[in-house]
């Protein structure tokens, strides 16, 4: 069964890193592109970022960028969100998604993770 | 950035009611549009990709259509199961971006 456990979870304060990391089981990790994708509480899904397959290829949302590093670590199947300069809209449940088919992160997620919490206080 | 906009926000239907949902983006996207499940709690389920293709495992009470920049999720029979929120999702360029959901509730 394919699996993603996401964890590094936590509450920082504002200002503050945190480094999210997620397992993958049951399928290659090495050939699907990997995202990351949030949810405020009681809000819609935003997509933060995504990494190609070889990792060479990154991209994100503009709400994180120049303080979020996405990465994966093909040999370990494990993808990570370095985050930096935390900020109280960061607050949201991180999920880890799977890629459906290609080694792109523009596809469809088939595979998610149960997430992960970040509270960020001021 | 692709804006992706769905409607209706929320609606109540009962058991056994055909349900469309309706997706609309900012620019033509081609077929690059995905629909996503999610109850309480719980992560997305990916319901259709590629606007009309049936997810494995999905049932097929579940159906996409369109192009370009407008899109529907249609649910037929509604079942108990169903009572959920859906997410449109566009994976033509990046920022890819998330429709702001349509919570289906019990009538």
């Known amino acids: 069964e394919m699996q993603l456990l996401e964890y590094g979870g936590g509450l920082v304060q504002s200002g503050g890193s945190l480094r999210l990391s997620c397992e993958a089981s049951?399928?290659?990790?090495?050939?699907?592109?990997m995202n990351w994708v949030r949810q405020a509480p009681g809000k819609g899904l935003e997509w933060v970022s995504g990494?190609?397959?070889?990792?060479?290829?990154?991209n994100y949302a503009d709400s994180v960028k120049g303080r979020f590093i996405i990465s994966r670590d093909n040999s370990k199947g494990s993808l990570f969100l370095q985050m930096t300069s935390l900020r109280g809209e960061d607050t949201a449940v991180y999920y880890c998604a799977k890629t459906r088919a290609g080694p792109t992160p523009e596809d469809a997620f088939d595979i998610w993770g149960q997430g992960t919490m970040v509270t960020v206080s001021s | 950035d692709i804006q992706m906009t769905q409607s209706p926000s929320s609606l109540s239907a009962s058991v056994g009611d055909r349900v469309t949902i309706s997706c609309r983006a900012s620019?033509?996207?081609?077929?690059?549009l995905n629909w996503y499940q999610q109850k309480p709690g719980k992560a997305p389920n990916l319901l259709i990709y590629a606007a009309s293709s049936l997810q494995s495992g999905v049932t097929s009470r579940f159906s996409g259509s369109g192009s370009g920049t407008d899109f529907t999720l249609t649910i037929s029979n509604l079942q108990p199961v169903d009572f959920a929120s859906y997410y449109c999702q566009q994976t033509y360029s990046t920022p890819l971006t998330f429709g702001g959901g349509t919570k289906v509730e019990i009538k």
């Open positions: 049951g399928f290659t990790f090495s050939r699907y592109a």
């Open positions: 990494v190609s397959v070889s990792g060479a290829s990154t």
């Open positions: 620019q033509t996207i081609g077929n690059y």
